[in-house]
């Protein structure tokens, strides 16, 4: 099983607060992405990193920034969270580049804002 | 446009019973990943299987089989003998190789798998 584990696992909160949601790997790879997980929509994708404090956004970015200053840690920051952003959050990671590796995917963060 | 699309919402059926998950996909390349994955009820996600677009030949681990044909668009995962535990939501995605900073997966709206006893 790839290293990667998320926290916190489960939180809720309130809408207006920021919230920060913690990815990190044990693997040394160099991609790392977030997606969020909604019924009917499968996984979306809403940023990713392809190095240290390199970063870009994916589908469904409106809403949220991300952070990477190690290799190992890649943050997920709403910093005013809204009711639509209640969601169930996986990281992933892969270990090569060019659209077609493998991703490995963390254990989930579900978020219920109220 | 890169699409993947999972007709079936949910599957039921009863264990023993073989079952086939579709998926049919959109590309414009002519070079592309496609994969599936499993989500347990307990909710991590699995890698089961990726498949690159020039090679077509059928896949087979154990019970479980994928069918690859570029003329339909199609990458459809088939469990033989199904059991209690396969029951999980399937996710078909692609990746396209156009993309040289990091690998974007599109994911389908997966279907739900429930195997009876």
């Known amino acids: 099983d790839a290293g990667i584990t998320q926290s916190p696992r489960h939180k809720v909160t309130e809408t207006g607060t920021p919230v920060t949601l913690r990815c990190h790997q044990t693997?040394?790879?160099?991609?790392m992405y977030w997606y969020r997980q909604d019924p009917g929509h499968g996984l979306r994708l809403i940023h990713y990193?392809?190095?240290?404090?390199?970063?870009d956004k994916g589908e469904v970015s409106d809403g949220y920034s991300v952070s990477r200053s190690k290799t190992e840690d890649f943050l997920l920051t709403l910093e005013s969270a809204t009711s639509s952003q209640t969601s169930v959050y996986f990281c992933?990671?892969?270990?090569?580049?060019?659209?077609?590796?493998?991703?490995?995917f963390g254990p989930g963060t579900r978020l219920t804002v109220l | 446009a890169q699409k993947v699309t999972q007709a079936q919402t949910e599957i039921s059926v009863v264990e023993k019973e073989d079952v086939t998950l579709d998926c049919v996909y959109e590309?414009?390349?002519?070079?592309?990943?496609l994969f599936w994955y499993k989500q347990p009820p307990s909710g991590e996600l699995v890698f089961l299987i990726r498949?690159?677009?020039?090679?077509?030949q059928n896949e087979i681990s154990g019970r479980y089989s994928w069918n690859f044909q570029k003329s339909t668009s199609s990458f459809n995962f088939t469990i033989t003998a199904s059991q209690v535990v396969d029951s999980a939501v399937y996710f078909c995605?692609?990746?396209?190789?156009?993309?040289?900073?990091?690998?974007?997966?599109?994911f389908g709206s997966g279907t739900r798998l429930s195997i009876r006893p």
């Open positions: 498949r690159n677009s020039f090679d077509e």
């Open positions: 693997e040394n790879h160099r991609y």
């Open positions: 995605a692609l990746s396209e190789d156009r993309y040289s900073s990091a690998s974007k997966i599109i």
């Open positions: 590309t414009r390349d002519t070079t592309y990943y």
């Open positions: 990193s392809y190095g240290v404090k390199d970063t």
């Open positions: 992933a990671i892969s270990e090569g580049h060019g659209g077609t590796d493998t991703q490995y």
